[in-house]
């Protein structure tokens, strides 16, 4: 797969695709959205026909919600399970970035982007079927799916990751990044100089790189060259005359231009991925959009959040899990068995990390890392600790594990003036947690120093859950 296009034949293929014809952008694509996440089986959404939009300009929305379009996104194939993507992708994040600066960007001299080029007073934003999401955004939002591409002026390296990105008119939209991500870091750093910092904004492109945009991969690693480690060959690239950024050279519609210092304009309210209209109207910069490079029939990629599941919801979940899997086996704790970040919670408020015991301090030690490693760390609420027969994706089993066997007393810390965001809801009504916020880690472990004397489960062994099981097959629809 080398872009889009492809990857929507490949979903097309395995019957993943459905397509929409005649929704109005204004609040009813949205809608069909978010009634989609709710199914049993969410399957992709590719819109058509928008109204004020000739056929052609296509709008996608689900591309990831399930696992068998995440497996064709991940290069592991349309046939895991969630709990098979989960087993898949441990060591994954870890060996992807480790692979990655053997994965440069190729540099080629023309590609599809380039069929359709406005420049100057040519350039008019809102030709392109944006959006307005949900019924009390303050607009409507080009970039949700999208991969904001960025450059240190230091070191040169290259960002690309998903912030939220709204019309302001037909020439300027407003990007909206947060305190501690990376885009922020490089154009302030921009800033600093007295410099305008360059910005190239993909619009749609292989859904690979949206999911790589909206996990945190390491400082210094660009998700451009993590891309190429997952697909096995470099991403193509263009490098612009205007910017100097490198567009990926299959994308279906880039915006080009620069954020000027202190350029800042009000931008929101928008349903954010906790499930409120959190966050106010903050200031964010405004990209005063010079050039815009695109297909005569572009395809735009939204995942816009909302109340859990949302868009993005179940593939970030599954990412930042195999990520926070990952960080915790660096930081040297043995014994972990899963890691689960429930998608209810934003995928980021409620993690839960199962553990085969080893040592005194063990369960406190793994919650405290996972609650502070970089992949768990921001805008965290609650980080449980559970026993290796507990299976973390379970809901009803981590609480019952929680009500049994952890004692309020003795087994939740708190963590203080922990990393937060000003997008959490508590922060409307607390505004000093727009910066920070705590973290409570429950050992929700069995007792250590009390393992042999604790009661046993009361459930069928292995053995004859096994031999029941393959006797009454036909009772239990195996």
């Known amino acids: 797969m080398r872009d889009l296009r492809d990857w929507l034949d490949e979903v097309e293929k395995v019957g993943q695709l459905r397509r929409v014809e005649g929704a109005d952008w204004d609040l009813e694509l949205g809608a069909v959205a978010h009634l989609n996440n709710r199914r049993g089986a969410p399957v992709a959404l590719l819109f058509d026909r928008t109204k004020g939009y000739p056929a052609g300009f296509r709008v996608l929305t689900g591309a990831n919600n399930n696992a068998a379009r995440l497996g064709v996104t991940l290069r592991l194939g349309a046939g895991l399970s969630t709990r098979e993507l989960v087993r898949a992708l441990r060591g994954k994040p870890t060996a992807w970035a480790e692979a990655a600066k053997g994965y440069d960007p190729l540099v080629v001299k023309g590609g599809p982007v380039q069929e359709c080029v406005e420049r100057g007073a040519e350039v008019d934003v809102t030709r392109l079927p944006a959006p307005r999401w949900n019924e009390r955004d303050g607009g409507r939002y080009l970039g949700t799916g999208c991969l904001v591409i960025t450059r240190d002026p230091e070191t040169g390296w290259v960002n690309a990751a998903s912030y939220r990105v709204m019309v302001h008119d037909a020439r300027t939209v407003g990007v909206l990044i947060l305190p501690g991500k990376h885009g922020r870091m490089h154009y302030e750093r921009w800033w600093d100089r007295g410099r305008p910092a360059p910005v190239a904004i993909s619009l749609g492109h292989d859904p690979l790189l949206s999911v790589l945009g909206g996990v945190e991969i390491p400082l210094g690693v660009s998700e451009l060259n993590v891309a190429g480690a997952i697909q096995g060959e470099p991403v193509e690239v263009l490098e612009s005359d205007l910017t100097g950024l490198p567009i990926p050279a299959r994308s279906e519609a880039v915006l080009e231009g620069f954020l000027q210092p202190n350029n800042l304009k009000e931008e929101g309210p928008f349903g954010e991925f ?45 990412l930042r899990s195999a990520l926070v899997f990952d960080q915790l086996a660096a930081a040297g704790v043995p014994g972990v068995q899963g890691v689960w970040v429930f998608p209810l919670s934003g995928s980021r408020q409620l993690q839960v990390v199962a553990i085969r015991q080893m040592y005194a301090g063990h369960a406190r030690q793994a919650g405290v890392v996972a609650a502070q490693c970089r992949a768990g760390a921001q805008a965290g609420r609650y980080t449980v600790v559970v026993d290796e027969d507990i299976d973390p994706t379970d809901l009803e089993d981590v609480m019952w594990a929680m009500v049994t066997r952890s004692d309020p007393a003795r087994d939740i810390e708190i963590l203080h003036r922990t990393w937060g965001g000003p997008v959490d809801p508590l922060a409307e009504s607390y505004p000093e947690q727009r910066l920070y916020t705590s973290r409570a880690i429950i050992d929700a472990c069995r007792p250590f120093e009390h393992l042999a004397a604790f009661p046993p489960v009361v459930e069928p062994s292995p053995e004859l859950r096994a031999r029941v099981l393959a006797k009454w097959r036909s009772l239990f629809g195996a």
């Open 274 to 318: 906790f499930g409120y209209y959190s966050g106010g109207k903050p200031m964010a910069p405004v990209l005063d959009v010079q050039r815009v490079l695109r297909r005569p029939d572009p395809i735009l990629i939204g995942s816009p959040p909302g109340k859990p599941p949302h868009d993005y919801s179940y593939w970030v979940s599954i």
